[in-house]
């Protein structure tokens, strides 16, 4: 069982940073790979990126690559996404997610979800 809590989101003003932050529970925590996603006002939870539980591999939507960086720290059981270069059309609720299957970008194959975290940036 994990439990995952968000932090870091906010307003901020398009071409500006934000750093989130994902802290889990559990002892286990290396062996749970870790996504980040999104979701606008209707519209469908969408994947951002993913990281192995050793931190070694990583993957990002085509829409964030080159501006958000993930990355985490197993010693504190936390997960991290620099966000910079942010476009309004990042706007939304972001939420981290873990699974036991290895990085993946379907939110489906996400056993635990953090409450998530509203971002919002301006134009």
């Known amino acids: 069982q994990v439990q995952l809590v968000e932090s870091g989101g906010g307003l901020v003003q398009a071409g500006g940073s934000l750093r989130l932050s994902c802290a889990a529970s559990?002892?286990?925590?290396?062996?749970?790979?870790m996504g980040w996603f999104r979701q606008a006002p209707e519209k469908e939870r969408e994947f951002v990126t993913t990281i192995s539980g050793s931190g070694g591999w990583t993957y990002y939507a085509d829409s964030v690559k080159g501006r958000f960086t993930i990355s985490r720290d197993n010693a504190k059981n936390t997960v991290f996404l620099q966000m910079n270069s942010l476009k309004p059309e990042d706007t939304g609720v972001y939420y981290c997610?873990?699974?036991?299957?290895?990085?993946?970008?379907?939110?489906?194959?996400?056993?635990?979800w953090g409450q998530g975290t509203q971002v919002t940036v301006s134009s």
């Open positions: 997610a873990a699974t036991l299957l290895g990085p993946e970008v379907d939110y489906g194959k996400y056993a635990y």
């Open positions: 559990g002892r286990t925590y290396v062996r749970y790979a």
